[in-house]
């Protein structure tokens, strides 16, 4: 039953019947403990899961292989991947054989903590030991080989996979086009969506969000635009990563316009817009030099601030205005309308963007505004 419990509700349920089993002294062994901790992980409630593990060590219940995978699992969610490695010693040294599942957790663990050459290293092993590699193996060596900059090497495995005729998954795909984002392969990715839907695997929001970004990546907005339509034609709906790769396409394709068009959208569509995607549209509008779009760029600039994307952080030792950057006043004005250009530089605030810093159009955008309200 325990196992069975997949939301929060329903793990205080499966943690109640944890307390139950003990009050009615019901044997509460390895498999009972294994399964909590999975459902402790599912449902994000990561610090429980180890609390968990900790319980059944103190119970003096030998953890199994199904234990040490879930161990594996929750270091790598944790971002502990060495602790992670640890645990294969671990098993060796109390007798208990690895499998390919543990291989695959352990690779996705180091993954996921950008450990490319660690993961690289578990396949040897795994290899080593006489071990097939399977689809989640193939996916996670292909997301190793992307994080190292290495795209014949995943070529190479996309290749082995066809040749072994393992089965490619949207997660395998969905890799393939990311690394060949990484790479600047516009072209390839596209070839390799085309192989995916020769596949009848159906591609997800992060397999076109990838694409698009490719294609954004090499000035192709025309074929950004078409693999959008195709995304919404399928029915899978964009997230403000797609639409931020798409404004992204028309920027590079000096498409201005267009890129205000599908910001619009998106608002229509009731996707929340990001700092990155702000960023990313106030640098396309300003740097037209219309004046229109750079009037436009002004409004959504204090669209931006108003939702929190800009923030006013009090600084008691900044210094005084005459000594501020031209930018630092600009921001601090720029981030509250109802004071006074004075009363502002006088608060020796300053506004920090949710990002490591601004572009040089949304620098020269804040001037503006704070010359707009010196008049």
Known sequence: MVSLCVDQQELSRAFELVGEMKQRDVERNVHTYTALMNVAIKCGQLQRAQEVYNDLLREGCVANVVTYNTLIDLYGKTGQWNEALRVIHQMNASNIKPVTRTYNTLMIACNTSGQWQEALNVYAEMVRMGHAPNTTTYNALISAYSKAGRLEKVMDTYKEMLRTGCERSVITYSALISACEKAGQWQLALNLFGEMLKEKCDPNVITYNSLITACAQGAQWLKAAEVFQKMKNSGCKPDVV???ALVSAYERGGQWMKAFEVFQEMQQQGCRADAILYNTLLDVLWDTGISWAQQRAAQLFRQAMDEGHFRLLPQPDSKP????????????????????????????????????????????????????DLR
Request: hydrophobic share 45%; net charge negative.
């Open 242 to 244: 797609t639409y931020t």
């Open 321 to 372: 205005p005459q000594q501020q950057q031209p930018s630092e006043v600009a921001a601090a004005v720029a981030a509250d309308d109802s004071r006074s250009p004075s009363a502002a530089a006088a608060s020796y605030s300053k506004l920090e963007l949710g990002l490591q810093g601004v572009s040089p159009g949304v620098a020269m955008l804040m001037l503006h505004c704070w010359f707009a």
